[in-house]
T-cell receptor, first 116, second 112 residues
Framework: DQQVKQNSPSLSVQEGRISILNCDYTNSMFDYFLWYKKYPAEGPTFLISISSIKDKNEDGRFTVFLNKSAKHLSLHIVPSQPGDSAVYFC???????????????FGKGTHLIIQP | DVKVTQSSRYLVKRTGEKVFLECVQD?????MFWYRQDPGLGLRLIYFSYDVKMKEKGDIPEGYSVSREKKERFSLILESASTNQTSMYLC???????????FGSGTRLTVV
């Protein structure tokens, strides 16, 4: 059963406009959420993260919003640029009782295409 | 910057071969991970390790094993490669789960 869902396999946005990528999760124990960006033939690169105790985190053109009651998060990119064209993965993690990492649970990704 | 290095970018192996994928990180991270990426399936966790000689199964460990003899090195082993193990394999490391993981560039494995 998929615990992290990205329901849009692809998204096309005009350059300069806002890109909004969505992610839903089912496990209420997740306490940390991350977004990764991936170009073809490269490993994913970390973009931005948010702790479950916050509802918003901003870094330059990138903002992540978290709605815990809806188990939903979104990534906003403003303004969108051609170099933003990539696959974006939403990921979630939870804290073990003794600390440590269990590994991130990833969504299937959304292919963002920025059109000139 | 943390660097995670995967020894090969591309590999072609025959069915039944034993395959070793090597990963080295240079920032003294406790945690290391192996994922595979397949179209339409995203990234799926194969195995991870939170300490030397420690290993834990991820979501899809069948057909794989791992080795972590030194803190900086985490190896993924395909005991007898099969065509359904053709995939992009990604290694990652992290200081803790509250830090963004750093991924290697990936190994594109083709089993023929």
């Amino acid at each position: 059963d998929q615990q992290v869902k990205q329901n849009s396999p692809s998204l096309s946005v005009q350059e300069g406009r806002i890109s909004i990528l969505n992610c839903d999760y089912t496990n209420s124990m997740f306490d940390y959420f991350l977004w990764y960006k991936k170009y073809p033939a490269e490993g994913p690169t970390f973009l931005i993260s948010i702790s479950s105790i916050k509802d918003k985190n901003e870094d330059g053109r990138f903002t992540v919003f978290l709605n815990k009651s809806a188990k939903h998060l979104s990534l906003h990119i403003v303004p969108s640029q051609p170099g933003d064209s990539a696959v974006y993965f939403c990921a979630a993690s939870l804290t073990r009782s003794g600390g440590g990492a269990d590994g991130l649970t990833f969504g299937k990704g959304t292919h963002l295409i920025i059109q000139p | 910057d943390v660097k995670v290095t995967q020894s090969s970018r591309y590999l072609v192996k025959r069915t039944g071969e034993k395959v070793f994928l090597e990963c080295v990180q240079d920032m003294d991270h406790e945690n290391m991970f192996w994922y595979r990426q397949d179209p339409g399936l995203g990234l799926r966790l194969i195995y991870f390790s939170y300490d030397v000689k420690m290993k834990e199964k991820g979501d899809i460990p069948e057909g794989y094993s791992v080795s972590r003899e030194k803190k900086e090195r985490f190896s993924l082993i395909l005991e007898s490669a099969s065509t359904n193990q053709t995939s992009m394999y990604l290694c990652a490391s992290s200081f803790s789960h509250n830090y963004g993981y750093t991924f290697g560039s990936g190994t594109r494995l083709t089993v023929v």
